[in-house]
Nanobody
């Protein structure tokens, strides 16, 4: 199994920046993909973006050009750099990880979520 620990959320003014981290720990063979989702009050959880083991990234339209996902493979950690934040970016942000165990099929895990609030 893998455990995901998120950090970096908080309160920021519109136009500001935040960086979220998601660290994966546990026993596994490899990580296929790490991504970020968010859920605003009263709304469904939505994809923010993800990064594959090869380093390929993909982003949802609302965050393209403002958010950047990167990773540190040696630390099994993914980062979400959020710039030019808007009030509509306010949500709980969740890390998602798809990892390959030593035996068996890929497993999907979620982080505990971290609150991001964009407000003046």
């Amino acid at each position: 199994q893998v455990q995901l620990v998120e950090s970096g959320g908080g309160l920021v003014q519109p136009g500001g920046s935040l960086r979220l981290s998601c660290a994966a720990s546990g026993r596994f063979f490899s990580i296929s993909k790490m991504g970020w989702y968010r859920q605003a009050p009263g709304k469904e959880r939505e994809l923010v973006g993800f990064i594959t083991s090869a380093g390929t990234t993909q982003y949802a339209d609302p965050v393209k050009g403002r958010f950047t996902i990167s990773k540190d493979k040696t630390r099994n950690t993914a980062y979400l750099q959020m710039n030019s934040l808007k009030p509509e970016d306010t949500a709980v942000y969740y890390c998602q990880c798809i990892h390959n165990p030593y035996v068996g099929t890929p497993i999907l895990s979620w982080g505990q979520g971290t609150q991001v609030t964009v407000s003046s």
